[in-house]
């Protein structure tokens, strides 16, 4: 018989013993899973949604606090507090462009939806939109909308909406982005600053820079010439991950703790089949094996507990993302998803981890019954009844 | 060996024990419906009943009305001082105390006195 075929044998020799030993890791490694892979699909939707922006300068109201500044990124309902002067201001510095955003929401068929207000000409230039069907236009009574809300409410151009109160015709579709620019009905700023009775004010602004070297010189420039306050690209996506990485990291902790208490659960198991195996160890002693050989035979049974535990905590663990993702939208934490579909829940990096963690955390916790079983002396082992 | 019944019924029942404490302490909402800065945009885009979520920022006992504000925005700034936008709530029986987390069922109805020109007439206030 090899050393593997062995292994496996005296492993499966108690099968419900060997099941729960097994349950014990698979839920650890699960809830350690599903709290990796939401986080680092969370993390890629964040940085996703960031890029989307297309702005290396965010600019903001003074005094916003992180959760403003996050739904820059979640396109949630923002306080109106830049006047158009202030953005006439910032659009006059030399080697930047400015792009304004009012962003509202309204309702179709009782289901919120984001209205922004744009410049119709600068923004589509900044974005590189396409149109799929219909024009681009964006007048008082015209409005363009992205792919997504186009499918979801079966909008066709030509239909119309109703913005408080006010009809507005669908122009024009935008060719699928696969960000948040999919779920917006864009309105010419004026005619939405007027609709939404904010006077002559932005949300906020939205700045490409020509040399992103001279990165911090634009935002001193800005702030000197108007009474805003700057944030980077980069900030904007630390102060959202900062937010999630704390939340993150305590339910990690979490999960780590029911790693180790299935580690424990291992312990048990394997010093439980030392002691009813003490005269099979005798026998293999007193045929030749050596402590190096006993010591190994009990480590790799301990590691494959944590191979097959790992496997079956990987698809539990999976599965239970995939049945979170739809909830987690609900999160103040991570409400910056696009839908609950766009969370990446596979990745090859999770399985990586997840599958080193629980061999290691296993082997570890073989290593004091392997001792053990090889330290065994042969008299006193084969002479246990 | 074949396993036994007993242990069988215990593997399940760990199982669905497990996964079930797990997705819930992964998932369980803390309030479900519109957000107060969602619905405040457009409010009269909103038929019929709709379910609002919110934290309780005043209380207007005299008329039977409270003003909730945006829930996701007092998770984050922990108070109920700052927000700019806020929904009235028209309600019959005890009013929620202030802070408290709350689900409202009921419908927008126009109201001149009230902040936005309108009401959220609750005919169901769940205090959460």
Same mark, same amino acid.
């Given at each position: 018989?090899?050393?593997?075929?062995?292994?496996?044998?005296?492993?499966?020799?108690?099968?419900?013993?060997?099941?729960?030993?097994?349950?014990?890791?698979?839920?650890?490694?699960?809830?350690?899973?599903?709290?990796?892979?939401?986080?680092?699909?969370?993390?890629?939707?964040?940085?996703?949604?960031?890029?989307?922006?297309?702005?290396?300068?965010?600019?903001?109201?003074?005094?916003?606090?992180?959760?403003?500044?996050?739904?820059?990124?979640?396109?949630?309902?923002?306080? #109106?507090?830049?006047?158009? *002067?202030? %953005?006439?201001?910032?659009?006059? $510095?030399?080697?930047?462009? @400015? !792009?304004?955003?009012? =962003?509202?929401?309204?309702?179709?068929?009782?289901?919120?939806?984001?209205?922004?207000?744009?410049?119709?000409?600068?923004?589509?230039?900044?974005?590189?939109?396409?149109?799929?069907?219909?024009?681009?236009?964006?007048?008082?009574?015209?409005?363009?909308?992205?792919?997504?809300?186009?499918?979801?409410?079966?909008?066709?151009?030509?239909?119309?909406?109703?913005?408080?109160?006010?009809?507005?015709?669908?122009?024009?579709?935008?060719?699928?982005?696969?960000?948040?620019?999919?779920?917006?009905?864009?309105?010419?700023?004026?005619?939405?600053?007027?609709?939404?009775?904010?006077?002559?004010?932005?949300?906020?602004?939205?700045?490409?820079?020509?040399?992103?070297?001279?990165?911090?010189?634009?935002?001193?420039?800005?702030? #000197?010439?108007?009474?805003? *306050?700057? %944030?980077?690209?980069?900030?904007? $996506?630390?102060?959202?991950? @900062? !937010?999630?990485?704390? =939340?993150?990291?305590?339910?990690?902790?979490?999960?780590?703790?029911?790693?180790?208490?299935?580690?424990?659960?291992?312990?048990?198991?394997?010093?439980?089949?030392?002691?009813?195996?003490?005269?099979?160890?005798?026998?293999?002693?007193?045929?030749?094996?050596?402590?190096?050989?006993?010591?190994?035979?009990?480590?790799?049974?301990?590691?494959?507990?944590?191979?097959?535990?790992?496997?079956?905590?990987?698809?539990?663990?999976?599965?239970?993302?995939?049945?979170?993702?739809?909830?987690?939208?609900?999160?103040?934490?991570?409400?910056?998803?696009?839908?609950?579909?766009?969370?990446?829940?596979?990745?090859?990096?999770?399985?990586?981890?997840?599958?080193?963690?629980?061999?290691?955390?296993?082997?570890?916790?073989?290593?004091?019954?392997?001792?053990? *079983?090889?330290?065994?002396?042969?008299?006193?082992?084969?002479?246990?009844? | 060996?074949?396993?036994?019944?007993?242990?069988?019924?215990?593997?399940?029942?760990?199982?669905?024990?497990?996964?079930?404490?797990?997705?819930?302490?992964?998932?369980?909402?803390?309030?479900?419906?519109?957000?107060?800065?969602?619905?405040?945009?457009?409010?009269?885009?909103?038929?019929?009943?709709?379910?609002?979520?919110?934290?309780?920022?005043?209380?207007?006992?005299?008329?039977?009305?409270?003003?909730?504000?945006?829930?996701?925005?007092?998770?984050?700034?922990?108070?109920?001082?700052?927000?700019?936008?806020?929904?009235?709530?028209?309600?019959?029986?005890?009013?929620?105390?202030?802070?408290?987390?709350?689900?409202?069922?009921?419908?927008?109805?126009?109201?001149?006195?009230?902040?936005?020109?309108?009401?959220?007439?609750?005919?169901?206030?769940?205090?959460?």
């Amino acid at each position: 018989m090899t050393r593997g075929k062995l292994v496996f044998k005296n492993l499966t020799r108690k099968k419900s013993r060997f099941l729960f030993t097994i349950m014990g890791i698979s839920v650890g490694i699960a809830s350690l899973v599903t709290l990796l892979s939401l986080g680092t699909g969370l993390e890629a939707e964040v940085k996703k949604q960031s890029q989307a922006l297309g702005a290396e300068l965010v600019v903001t109201p003074k005094g916003w606090c992180a959760y403003e500044q996050i739904s820059v990124l979640t396109g949630e309902t923002l306080p #109106e507090a830049i006047p158009n *002067a202030d %953005v006439e201001k910032v659009a006059a $510095i030399k080697g930047i462009t @400015a !792009i304004p955003y009012l =962003v509202q929401r309204t309702a179709i068929k009782n289901q919120p939806v984001t209205v922004v207000g744009i410049l119709p000409k600068p923004m589509k230039q900044f974005k590189n939109w396409e149109i799929d069907r219909g024009d681009y236009r964006l007048d008082q009574e015209s409005a363009v909308v992205g792919s997504s809300i186009a499918q979801q409410f079966e909008l066709k151009t030509g239909d119309k909406v109703t913005i408080r109160g006010t009809e507005f015709k669908i122009q024009g579709i935008l060719k699928e982005m696969g960000n948040r620019d999919d779920l917006v009905i864009y309105l010419d700023l004026a005619t939405a600053q007027k609709l939404y009775g904010v006077g002559d004010k932005v949300s906020f602004i939205a700045v490409k820079v020509d040399d992103v070297t001279q990165m911090d010189r634009y935002s001193q420039e800005i702030q #000197e010439r108007a009474n805003v *306050a700057v %944030v980077s690209d980069k900030q904007l $996506i630390r102060s959202v991950l @900062a !937010i999630m990485g704390t =939340v993150r990291n305590t339910l990690q902790m979490i999960a780590a703790v029911a790693v180790l208490a299935a580690a424990f659960g291992i312990i048990n198991t394997m010093l439980t089949a030392i002691h009813e195996r003490k005269r099979e160890i005798g026998i293999l002693q007193a045929l030749g094996a050596k402590r190096r050989t006993i010591f190994s035979l009990f480590l790799y049974e301990s590691a494959l507990y944590g191979l097959l535990g790992g496997v079956l905590g990987l698809a539990a663990g999976f599965a239970l993302s995939f049945f979170a993702a739809p909830y987690i939208e609900q999160s103040e934490f991570t409400a910056f998803l696009g839908s609950a579909q766009s969370v990446k829940m596979f990745s090859p990096a999770v399985v990586g981890q997840t599958m080193l963690f629980a061999v290691v955390v296993a082997c570890l916790a073989g290593i004091y019954p392997a001792l053990k *079983a090889s330290r065994l002396s042969p008299v006193e082992a084969i002479s246990y009844e | 060996m074949r396993l036994s019944r007993f242990s069988l019924i215990g593997l399940i029942f760990l199982i669905v024990l497990s996964l079930g404490t797990a997705a819930l302490a992964f998932t369980a909402p803390k309030a479900e419906g519109l957000d107060v800065d969602t619905v405040y945009s457009d409010p009269f885009a909103y038929k019929g009943e709709i379910k609002v979520r919110g934290a309780v920022a005043g209380l207007e006992p005299d008329k039977n009305r409270f003003l909730v504000i945006d829930y996701k925005e007092y998770v984050a700034c922990q108070s109920v001082a700052c927000p700019a936008k806020w929904i009235t709530v028209s309600a019959s029986g005890k009013l929620p105390e202030s802070g408290k987390m709350v689900e409202i069922k009921g419908a927008i109805e126009k109201d001149e006195s009230a902040k936005g020109g309108f009401v959220l007439n609750a005919s169901e206030v769940k205090v959460k």
